[in-house]
Structures are given as C-alpha cells and as structure tokens.
C-alpha cells in the first residue's frame, strides 16, 4: 500500500509539473516587447514615440533620383514602400527598428540595399512635438504583401519596451506598380514619391 500511495505521489508530482510548465510564460514571453496595436492612417502611440502609417505603395521597381544621378533597383519579390509620419513623445529618439511581418509569421527587415534613399527610419532623429516624414522600405515575396503587419521600435531588441504593431490592411485590393521613384530634394527631409 505504502508502495502504491508513494507511486501515485510521483504521477501527481508529475502532473503538477507539466501543468506549470505549459501553463506558465517562458522567459522570452517575460521579457519580450511590449506590442502596441493600431491600423494604417491611425497615429498609434508607444512609451517614446507615436507613428501614423500615411501610405503604403507596391512596386516592381524603385528608381532612385539624387543629387542628378538615376538608379534603378528591381526585385524577384516586391518593394513595399512605407511612407509614415513619427515624433519623439518626451525626449529624443531614433527609431532604429522597422520590419514586416508577413501573414505566414516570416520577418522582413527594413531593406538596406536602398541605403542613400531619403527620409529611412533610422537616419533622423525624432524631436518631441515635431512630427516627421519617414520612409521604410521592405522587400519581400509577393505571397507575403497581404495580411501583413508593420513592426516598429526603438531599437532591434530592446526587452520590455514598446513595439509598434501596425495591421496594414485595406479596404482595397493591393496595386502593384511597375516603378516607383523617389527623388531626393534640397535635403534628407525633402523628398518626394511618385509613380510611374
């Protein structure tokens, strides 16, 4: 008898532990970001900064005009450009983070091969009460264009902060263009998006 009350102890020991072990957060979940949700053409706010994603465009093509010189970037996938307006909340910030997050949960980093495009998230610094105009650029398969969600941060992996989640959804069906230019002004601020 002893033998078997001992037996069943161990089965409910047992038990206990699976219990806790699928029922408790696991250490990442702890201390991962904190998501903020919101919807394109909303400002959505964090802790540091607050983000209104203004439009979103598809492209095969991106040609790139500054400073006199043309230059053409094509794909196997699709650009998605991202044109936004953020500002700091309470001191200065830059964002550093920005990636899409497709419907099948792959991430998609901002695309680093359009490094001199104006106006990126990353390169300017975020003043309180003065929005700017920001730029994110992502390439990716075009299977990953519906459904897909914008993530946004202060820095790539900061634990137990702020992470924008931006559904970038539309009422309309997604328009792929064939090229879009973007062309640099009298400044990093200045820039414009066109269609072609």
Do not use: C
């Amino acid at each position: 008898m002893r033998k078997l009350a001992a037996l069943f102890g161990v089965f409910v020991a047992i038990f206990a532990l699976y219990v806790l072990q699928k029922s408790l957060p696991t250490y990442g979940d702890i201390t991962s970001p904190i998501a903020v949700f919101g919807k394109t053409g909303e400002r959505v706010t964090a802790r540091n900064f607050e983000l209104t994603v203004t439009q979103l465009r598809f492209a095969r093509n991106i040609k790139l005009t500054a400073f006199g010189n043309e230059r053409s970037y094509g794909t196997s996938g699709i650009w998605a450009i991202v044109d936004a307006e953020a500002a700091a909340r309470n001191e200065t910030v830059t964002l550093m983070s920005a990636a899409w997050l497709g419907a099948d949960g792959l991430r998609y980093l901002a695309s680093e091969r359009i490094g001199n495009a104006p106006g990126l998230l990353g390169r300017q610094q975020l003043e309180p009460g003065l929005p700017q105009r920001v730029l994110m650029i992502f390439e990716f398969p075009e299977s990953e264009m519906n459904k897909g969600t914008l993530l946004v941060a202060r820095y790539p992996f900061q634990p137990l902060d702020n992470e924008l989640r931006i559904a970038m959804e539309s009422s309309s069906a997604p328009v792929i263009h064939d090229q879009v230019t973007l062309e640099r002004g009298r400044s990093d601020v200045d820039w414009s998006v066109t269609i072609q």
